[in-house]
């Protein structure tokens, strides 16, 4: 299977905006072959927690909730992060998985919240891992991935990809990325595949550099740093 990790510039809490930017690239991955695309954390509306709390219009409803229909309908596999209403006065960031049918496969919401998310958002309380095209896959977003018992139980449970939804900034960010994802191939003998933003993001600028590593860690698909786009690459069970 091949595999595309996206990286995209989001217009600030703007569902439509983004899912729309988020749609065109994963026609783009479709269109290389890709089975399935990866997003980065809080593709949907962007890393803008204020506007997260102040407007619970900005969270996805659930699974099915109309605003995801043009990237659920683009006819390949798709992991897109977003604020997920949990029910309670706080989302949940969450990663939700749609096959190539638009079918949704399991819903993975973010455990190890970074110091300010803890004012906004609530903990998920377990791992996520499904199966696509016979390979499993864990999921991880953003500071879950500092946390290598995650991915470690992931490949203790079968899995062989290791899906990472994050935002890395330019202030520390490509050394950063470069040091916990290669770390985990290599520790847990997985392939592992990171979306991150390029551009504004929030408080932030995100460094771009999407990317995917094999088991023990050999660099095999790397982004730039500067530009909305997939990088691809080929995934064995």
């Known amino acids: ?128 891992h499904f199966e696509l095209g016979g390979i499993r896959f864990s999921l991880g977003i953003c500071f879950d991935n500092h946390f290598p018992d995650l991915a470690g139980r992931g490949a203790a449970a079968g899995c062989r990809v290791h899906l990472a939804s994050s935002l890395y900034g330019t202030n520390g960010g490509i050394e950063e990325r470069a040091a916990v994802h290669p770390g985990l191939a290599e520790e847990h003998g997985l392939y592992v595949v990171l979306a991150n933003h390029v551009g504004p993001a929030g408080p932030w600028t995100g460094c771009g550099r999407s990317a995917v590593w094999a088991p023990g860690g050999a660099l095999l698909a790397e982004a730039d740093d500067r530009t909305p786009m997939v990088v691809t690459a080929e995934i064995t069970a």
């Open 1 to 128: 299977m091949k595999i595309a990790a996206a990286q995209l510039t989001c217009i600030p809490a703007d569902v439509p905006g983004n899912t729309a930017r988020a749609a065109a690239l994963a026609a783009e991955a479709r269109d290389t072959g890709a089975g399935l695309v990866v997003f980065p954390e809080l593709a949907l509306t962007g890393y803008e927690p204020a506007a997260l709390a102040a407007d619970p219009g900005l969270w996805i409803a659930g699974p099915d909730d109309p605003r995801l229909d043009p990237l659920r309908s683009v006819g390949t596999a798709v992991a897109v992060n977003a604020a997920l209403c949990t029910g309670g006065p706080r989302p949940a960031i969450a990663t939700l998985v749609y096959g190539a049918d638009g079918g949704h496969v399991t819903t993975y919401a973010k455990q190890h919240l970074y110091r300010q998310e803890r004012d906004t958002f609530t903990p998920g309380g377990r791992d996520g």
